[in-house]
């Protein structure tokens, strides 16, 4: 292997994110002669390595990249001290930080129309448009892992998820969009679609990411849904999937953050569960800092409800466990809005990280229960 090139690119092009990160301060070339170690040591550098030679080459790279950020030190004698759940989530969060800004080093060019200038390089322009739109025709180079992301979203899209609440058939398919919550999830899903519903004329959909509530809703018989959401994504994705289930009829788009106008006598929202800074935007609809759409959703409840409706929120208790927001504080939450707990149902999550014992969360995750609180107005 020839040693790793240490003199920085000059005139590179356009720099691309999806995080929104600055692009690297230096970026040198990387090629099929750079050895792992090399590319480990200058990317924990913070340099970018922008390939230029055999595409599948660069994904092996990534991969023993991976491989490396993967290494546990050497435990020391000392037996380590207990953790607190809230310091073993935040040092967890930190290390996934450092990964990946480790593994977005390396980069890869894009010509203007999405094409890869690099040897037996996959055409991924669908994927791309999907994601980021028409091509600009302005060459750009991005993270390798980012451009492989895009094509899992593209899989995802072309695939779907499975619902069975919505039925049997080719018809219980959810297609999610890059950048938008995939409903790979379930447990939420079977509370929305079996908890009894007293009013079916018309309900509220609160941040509608695929639209599979919505369209949960629409096959319970709810006459009209208004479903909204502050990412033009998202709408976007909810239309087509209500439009592929044949349920647009019953649903009205609205890009507004929480609420629309008007009140209803069923208000559904499933906010983003752990009270915590996203790294990204689409982390978005997994990390809720400070709480603010529950916040949000629950301050803004009682006035949008009818007389004698109910809110339903889904909640997982998971930030409980991680010791990032207690019981109380959302007890307190509601009294303060003036709602009423007038009921709960709850399930344990099914997914395989509950029962994954190496997860540095699974202590938390094990406990973990989802719920879904029926809250009316307390006046």
């Given amino acids: 292997m020839h040693p790793a090139p240490t003199a920085p690119l000059d005139n590179l092009p356009t720099w691309r994110a999806e995080s929104g990160a600055a692009a690297p301060r230096r970026v040198v070339a990387a090629n099929d002669t750079m050895s792992a170690d090399s590319a480990y040591r200058l990317a924990c550098e913070g ?14 790279l990534l991969q023993a990249l991976a491989r490396r950020t993967e290494r546990k030190p ?24 450092q990964r990946a800004r480790t593994l977005a080093m390396v ?10 200038p690099l040897r037996r390089a996959p055409d991924l322009k669908q994927a791309c448009t999907e994601a980021w739109g028409p091509a600009t025709g302005e060459a750009c180079m991005v ?5 492989l992301g895009l094509v899992g979203a593209h899989e995802w899209r072309k695939k779907g998820v499975e619902i069975p609440a919505l039925g049997d058939g080719p018809n219980n398919r959810i297609h999610p969009h890059y950048g938008v919550f995939s409903p790979v999830r379930g447990e939420y899903v079977d509370l929305v679609a079996t908890t009894p519903i007293r ?18 809703l629409a096959k319970r018989g709810v006459q009209h849904i208004v479903a909204t959401d502050q990412d033009p994504r ?15 009829d019953k649903v009205e788009l609205v ?50 409800l009818t007389q004698g409706g109910e809110g339903w929120l889904i909640l ?21 809005a003036g709602l009423q707990v007038l009921g709960r149902h709850d399930i344990k999550p099914r997914h395989g990280k509950a029962t994954d014992g190496a997860d540095p969360l699974h202590a938390a995750r094990a406990k973990e229960v989802t719920s879904l609180w029926r809250l009316g107005s307390a006046a």
């Fill in 255 to 304: 890009q507004t953050d929480l609420f629309p106008e008007g009140q209803a006598p069923l208000i559904v929202c499933n906010p983003p569960w752990v009270p915590a800074r996203p790294s990204s935007p689409i982390e978005h609809a997994v990390y809720d800092e400070g709480s603010r759409m529950l916040r949000g959703f629950l301050s803004g409840l009682s006035a949008h």
């Fill in 316 to 336: 997982s208790d998971l930030a409980e466990h991680l010791g990032l927001r207690s019981r109380d504080e959302l007890l307190g939450w509601i009294a303060q």
């Fill in 47 to 60: 340099t970018g390595l922008l390939w230029q030679g055999d595409f599948h080459n660069a994904r092996q």
């Fill in 199 to 216: 009013d079916k004329s018309l309900a509220f959909d609160i941040g509608v990411g695929t639209g599979v509530l919505s369209a949960v």
């Fill in 74 to 97: 050497k435990k020391s004698k000392r037996p380590e001290p207990e953790m607190a759940p809230a310091q073993a989530f935040n040092l967890h969060r930190q290390a996934l930080g």
């Fill in 143 to 147: 993270s390798l892992r980012e451009l």
């Fill in 107 to 116: 980069l890869v060019p894009l010509n203007g129309d999405y094409a890869i």
């Fill in 234 to 248: 998202a709408i976007t994705c909810a239309r087509e999937n209500l439009q592929r289930l044949q349920r647009i």
